[in-house]
């Protein structure tokens, strides 16, 4: 499976951007896709996560209210709606793709990642 992701950039406090991700190969069974980032100096962690066919989502709760993960009407493409963006978001998002369907959602168990894009957030 590859993933290409897209969006990003520089954005102002309050501001908003939109990420997608698109997937290719061998997508077979309740897969996930979803959104993870990394600030410097910190972990990656969890954005927001989807089930393919159900459309079952997960947030970070520092995103909840914020985000929106959605499918797009492209196959596997989902995209990452980032509305009243704050400094503190200001990381590298990647794209992930999970087999299981993220019974685990969890960094360590992501079968396959993007290349990463850049979010910056000025204040």
């Known amino acids: 499976v590859q993933l290409q992701a897209s969006g990003g950039g520089l954005v102002q406090t309050g501001g908003s951007v939109r990420l997608s991700c698109q997937a290719s190969g061998r997508t077979i069974g309740n897969y996930g896709m979803g959104w993870f980032r990394q600030a410097p100096g910190k972990e990656r962690e969890l954005v927001a996560v989807i089930r393919w066919h159900s459309g079952w989502t997960s947030y970070a709760d520092s995103v909840k209210g914020r985000f929106t993960i959605s499918r797009g009407d492209a196959k596997n493409t989902v995209y990452l709606q980032m509305n009243s963006l704050k400094p503190e978001d200001t990381a590298v998002y990647y794209c992930?793709?999970?087999?299981?369907?993220?019974?685990?959602?969890?960094?360590?168990?992501?079968?396959?990642w993007g290349q990463g894009t850049l979010v910056t957030v000025s204040s």
């Open positions: 992930a793709f999970d087999f299981a369907g993220w019974a685990r959602q969890e960094a360590r168990i992501v079968d396959h």
